[in-house]
């Protein structure tokens, strides 16, 4: 209750303050979650994979198909994924799928720069509001007499402005802690994206090869191969397994 006493002692610009803080919270609470999850596992995903990549091409691809569920995962198997693939186009899918998995970081940065921007304007907005309220019925001959209710008057319309300040700050903060997110990100992918890179060129014949026998081995244990024997197709000129002539088709000796 006294929350709510609070709210409307800040007039209306309360309200849509309120709606902007939970969002604001919201967004902060699945950033975090999701900064969260990368910055545990990341790590980990990068050297297994670059560790199989200097062996076998095909395990590498393999375990970053299976860390797709990670940006760096899918990074990495932009590359791989390729069946062949010289070192512009091994490059250039590097930098798009980077491009990609950046932008889908920056969710969310939109909506705190408005929460930055907007909360300020919509506090100021209340105490602006709040001053004209307790000012609108004041006379000259009452200064003396409501003083007091002046003064609790504008005591109370700037709680719209410490509101507003509160979710600015707030907002600004989260958003620059996800900016410097972003930026080891950028670090991280360049210097991954540059050690795959190192290792495709040092023996981009072994990369087809190596995916070749990975492609080989996937279709060999397909499951709508059951493994049944082929029976081999009779050769009717084979010498195996000659033909028998009846009597009554071969030819007729010339009678003497």
Do not use: C, H
Not at 12 to 33: C, I
Not at 149 to 175: D, K, P, Q
């Amino acid at each position: 209750m006294e929350i709510i006493n609070e709210l409307r002692k800040g007039g209306p610009a309360m309200y849509p303050l309120l709606a902007l803080s939970v969002l604001t919270v919201s967004v902060v609470f699945e950033r975090l979650w999701f900064w969260l999850r990368i910055l545990n596992q990341e790590k980990e995903i990068v050297t297994r994979i670059l560790s199989a990549a200097s062996e076998n091409w095909g395990l590498a691809r393999d375990i970053a198909q299976r860390a797709t569920d990670q940006p760096i995962g899918r990074f990495l198997y932009a590359p791989l994924s390729l069946p062949k693939a010289d070192v512009e186009t091994f490059k250039l899918a590097l930098e798009s799928s980077a491009e990609d998995e950046l932008s889908g970081m920056r969710k969310g940065e939109k909506f705190l720069e408005a929460a930055i921007a907007l909360a300020p304007l919509l506090g100021l907005f209340g105490t602006v509001w709040g001053l004209y309220q307790s000012l609108r019925s004041l006379r000259i001959d009452d200064v003396v007499q409501k003083s007091a209710e002046v003064t609790t008057g504008i005591g109370e319309s700037l709680i719209s402005t410490a509101a507003g300040m509160v979710v600015a700050i707030v907002s600004l903060v989260f958003y620059r802690l996800f900016q410097a997110f972003i930026v080891n990100q950028v670090r991280i992918f360049r210097k991954a994206g540059n050690e795959l890179e190192l290792i495709y060129r040092e023996s981009p014949e072994r990369f087809a090869s190596s995916l070749a026998t990975s492609t080989a081995i996937t279709v060999e244990s397909n499951p709508n191969n059951f493994g049944f024997p082929r029976r081999p197709a009779k050769n009717r000129f084979s010498s195996d397994s000659p033909t028998e002539i009846s009597d009554e088709t071969k030819p007729s000796q010339p009678e003497n």
